[in-house]
């Protein structure tokens, strides 16, 4: 069974990665390396079926046991809250050095001479120009100047005098949405942070500086990408995908959120900035999916505020539907992840629920029959019961703390897409409080009524 190993892999480009192998874990051993713990991150990989060694990549024999029979290391793992300026630099310059250029030795020194190294450099590496350069291409000699990229120039040379298999990925900034390993501090991250507060952002000389962009998920499909391609061998590619001023992906911003002020500055910025250039990575067959525009979108609507929809309760039907000789499929959007799906059938005449939920939202797939739904808002008093008829094809979505009561007009069959628990111990106490909405004469009426 072919061993993958991604050290770093809790980080934001290795848990881009993971979601790319997790459909491959089942026939692979993949194995991440991180010296911390993230505890929901730690069970989705468990539950993918990709193991997890927490650890320092500094701790040779920890490595070594991971390492020794590795086919594929992806070495993400890195100090990378870094300064910009020299005189940032304070006293965090030991410890990038020595988990950047030590520990990739360790790693080096590990493998077997069949394994294949994939490791993220840096655009920064040339940050040494004091003009504006253009598509800067792989052989162009490196000007690095602070101690994080020194060290990526460094662990450059120390691959290419390994004697291994390895691909050096020179990355443009890395831009895009992700969960709890963001690193906002990544100029369109942050900018779409600021967007999304309907906030302000100063443009330092006029927002003039040139930079070098590149979509998170495209980052991790690059690297499988050139983790499969036995032809590629011990050679260095720039991963850059949207040159642009810091201007530009400003005003994008505006565009998608108009509320967003932008201000222009003299203040001084340490160059024009640089690009790098694609052109030997696209010669190889690569192709970017994602682009700025969109990203930006998504990071932005993902952190502004949400107009909730006011109803108590409110039905969703299918969507983007795809209709042909065999049948219908259509799809439904679910406001947040599901964990269970309850399968609930009801007969004709029948009464469920009469209860509510305190903090879950009440999601019911009805894929047979009808009912009625009777609701009624218990943080009012003073509110009225209401009832309406839910058909087949409906997603019936109830507020948390609105009582609703399901009386059966047919035999029908819904889903209980549900966000928690529902053991059922913990009925009356926890998930699900019972309230009388429907009594027996009501249950009579309202299938006279609705019938
Ligand atoms: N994101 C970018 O724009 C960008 C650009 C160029 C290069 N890179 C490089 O790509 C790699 C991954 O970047 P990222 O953005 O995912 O960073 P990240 O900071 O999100 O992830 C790095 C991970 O390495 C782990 N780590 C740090 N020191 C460790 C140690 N001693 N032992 C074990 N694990 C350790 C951290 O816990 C973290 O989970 C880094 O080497 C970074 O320098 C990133």
């Known amino acids: 069974m072919k061993k993958i190993v991604i050290t770093g892999g809790l980080g934001y480009i ?19 390396v991180d010296s911390r713990f993230v505890s929901e991150r730690v069970k989705q990989l468990r539950d993918w079926g990709i193991d997890f060694k927490q650890g320092d990549i500094l701790n040779k024999d920890f490595m070594y046991e991971i390492l020794k029979d590795a086919d594929i290391v992806y070495h ?48 920064v590496v040339y940050e040494g120009f004091n003009k504006t350069v253009y598509n800067i291409e792989e052989n162009e000699p490196t000007c690095a100047q602070l101690t994080y990229s020194t060290g990526k120039v460094q662990t450059e040379l120390d691959l ?8 050096i990925l020179r990355l443009a900034s890395v831009y895009g949405y992700s969960t709890d390993t963001m690193r906002i501090g990544i100029m369109p991250n942050l900018f779409s942070k600021i967007t999304s507060q309907n906030g302000t952002i100063k443009l330092f000389s006029g927002g003039v500086q040139l930079k070098s962009l590149v979509p998170l998920i495209d980052v991790a499909r690059c690297f499988k990408f050139m983790s499969e ?50 052109k030997k990575l696209l010669e190889t067959g690569f192709e970017f999916r994602y682009d700025l525009k969109q990203c930006l979108t998504e990071m932005i609507t993902n952190w502004s505020k949400k107009d909730i929809r006011p109803e108590l309760e409110y039905t969703v039907q299918g969507g983007k539907e795809y209709i042909d000789d065999r049948g219908k499929i259509s799809n439904y959007e679910l406001t947040e992840p599901i964990n269970m799906i309850g399968y609930i059938e ?11 939920h305190p903090v879950q939202e009440q999601k019911c797939l009805l894929i047979k029959g009808k009912y009625v739904s009777v609701i009624k808002d218990l943080s009012n008093p003073k509110s ?12 019936a979505i109830i507020k948390p703390n609105v009582a609703h009561t399901m009386v059966f ?13 529902r053991e059922h111990e913990n009925y009356g106490v926890t998930h699900t409080i019972p309230y009388k909405l429907v009594n027996e004469k009501l249950r009579v009426n309202l299938i006279k009524q609705f019938s």
């Open 14 to 32: 290795g848990t881009e990665l993971c979601k790319l192998y997790s459909g491959e874990a089942w026939h692979k051993n993949i194995v991440v």
């Open 76 to 123: 993400f793992a890195g100090i990378t809250d870094v300064a910009y300026t020299k005189s940032e630099e304070n006293g965090q310059s030991e410890l990038i050095t020595k988990v950047g250029i030590d520990g990739s030795k360790i790693v080096m020194d590990c493998v077997p001479d069949t394994c294949k190294i994939l490791f993220p450099s840096t655009h």
């Open 160 to 167: 290419q005098n390994s004697g291994k298999n390895y691909v």
């Open 229 to 278: 391609r036995d032809d590629i061998k011990n050679q260095t590619f720039h991963l850059s995908k949207e040159n642009m001023t810091v201007k530009e992906v400003a005003e994008l911003c505006k565009q998608i959120n108009p509320k967003l002020t932008l201000i222009e500055t003299d203040d001084e910025i340490p160059n024009l900035g640089y690009t790098i250039s694609n």
């Open 346 to 356: 009801s007969k004709k005449g029948t009464v469920r629920a009469n209860h509510y």
């Open 384 to 395: 009225q019961t209401q009832t309406q008829t839910i058909q087949e094809g409906d997603i």
């Open 409 to 421: 007009l047919e035999d029908s069959i819904f889903l209980n897409l549900v966000r928690g628990e």
